[in-house]
């Protein structure tokens, strides 16, 4: 059965870095699929960061800019958010997620069909 | 960014009741698109993806349907578990976008 935790700071300072790690138990990141964090907060509903594949690949959405950083770490199970300069704005639920992809002959669809717990980060000095 | 409305953003069912919800997206996501259900404080937990297929363990009340930009989840003879807010989203193209939820209430 495949498990995600997400760890890290529950508070972080105005413009500073917000990281936090999601620990995957059951499945080997290295046997394939994305995996992603996402967050949710009462301002903004759900929105997804981004994703990385095994290999280090990623992808992120634009409206975080410049300010992230999704990396993986095949030998402890793991991959990691990094989110700079961050604004009350940024305070929020935090989620990792494994992007699946389902098949059916040569089609094929994506969704996060396991999710962590979710880790509230609160940005305040 | 493809954008995903939700509608309605609230409704209040009974135990027992039909009900069904809708998403649109502003430009065609073919059959890539997925329905979540949250309970309070829990993670979302997928119900459905693209468009049709039932999750495993998901129950039969559940369905969508739908293709293009007019999808919805219908939920037959709801049961006390099922109030919860429900999300669509579409898998079609990066950035994944959401809609912004539909609360289902006890009447």
């Known amino acids: 059965q495949v498990q995600l935790q997400e760890s890290g700071p529950g508070l972080v300072k105005p413009s500073e870095i917000l990281s936090l790690t999601c620990a995957v138990s059951?499945?080997?990141?290295?046997?394939?699929?994305?995996w992603g964090w996402l967050r949710q907060s009462p301002g903004k509903g759900l929105e997804w960061i981004g994703n990385?594949?095994?290999?280090?690949?990623?992808y992120y959405n634009p409206s975080f800019k410049s300010r992230v950083t999704i990396s993986v770490d095949t030998s402890n199970n793991q991959f990691s958010l990094r989110l700079t300069s961050v604004t009350a704005a940024d305070s929020a639920v935090y989620y990792c997620?494994?992007?699946?992809?389902?098949?059916?002959?040569?089609?094929?669809?994506?969704?996060?069909?396991?999710w962590g717990q979710g880790t509230t980060v609160t940005v305040s000095s | 960014d493809i954008r995903v409305t939700q509608s309605p953003s609230s409704l209040s069912a009974s135990v027992g009741d039909r009900l069904s919800i809708t998403c649109r997206t502003s430009?065609?996501?073919?059959?890539?698109l997925n329905w979540y259900e949250q309970k309070l404080g829990k993670a979302p937990r997928l119900l459905i993806y693209?468009?049709?297929t039932l999750q495993s363990g998901v129950p039969l009340r559940f369905s969508g349907s739908g293709s293009g930009t007019d999808f919805t989840l219908t939920i037959t003879s709801l049961q006390p578990e099922d109030f919860a807010t429900y999300f669509c989203?579409?898998?079609?193209?990066?950035?994944?976008?959401f809609g912004g939820g539909t609360r289902v209430h006890i009447k």
């Open positions: 059951g499945y080997s990141i290295s046997s394939g699929y994305y």
């Open positions: 693209a468009a049709s």
């Open positions: 990385v594949y095994h290999t280090g690949s990623a």
């Open positions: 997620a494994r992007d699946f992809t389902f098949y059916s002959g040569v089609a094929s669809w994506d969704a996060m069909d396991v």
């Open positions: 430009q065609s996501v073919g059959t890539s």
């Open positions: 989203q579409q898998s079609y193209s990066q950035p994944y976008v």
